[in-house]
């Protein structure tokens, strides 16, 4: 069973930083691309991060680059989110996914004073 575990998000400051972090089990983790979604109520879920399984680079939304680094642990089966100069409009739910159609149960990150 392809089970994703979202943890590390919760309630910063505007500037603030946070890391997440997904767990994933159930597939073999080196074969396959993880990202990062986030999504507020109402509207689309919105690709943030993309980390392949070769040498191809990362890839980042706009809005976010610079600020936010994906990365992954493949010993650990886990991929990160570090997440910079936080802004109130980074507040959202915050998924990994697998690329496979897997979506982890999300983790809540609000960035407010």
């Known amino acids: 069973e392809v089970q994703l575990v979202e943890s590390g998000g919760g309630l910063v400051q505007p500037g603030g930083s946070l890391r997440l972090s997904c767990a994933a089990s159930?597939?073999?983790?080196?074969?396959?691309?993880m990202s990062w979604y986030r999504q507020v109520p109402g509207k689309e879920r919105e690709l943030v991060a993309t980390?392949?399984?070769?040498?191809?680079?990362?890839r980042y939304a706009p809005s976010v680059k610079v600020r936010f680094t994906i990365s992954r642990d493949n010993a650990k089966n886990t991929v990160y989110l570090q997440m910079n100069s936080l802004k109130p409009e980074d507040t959202a739910v915050y998924y990994c996914?697998?690329?496979?159609?897997?979506w982890g149960q999300g983790t809540q990150v609000t960035v407010s004073s």
């Open positions: 980390i392949f399984n070769t040498y191809l680079p990362t």
């Open positions: 159930g597939f073999t983790f080196t074969r396959y691309a």
């Open positions: 996914s697998n690329e496979a159609g897997d």
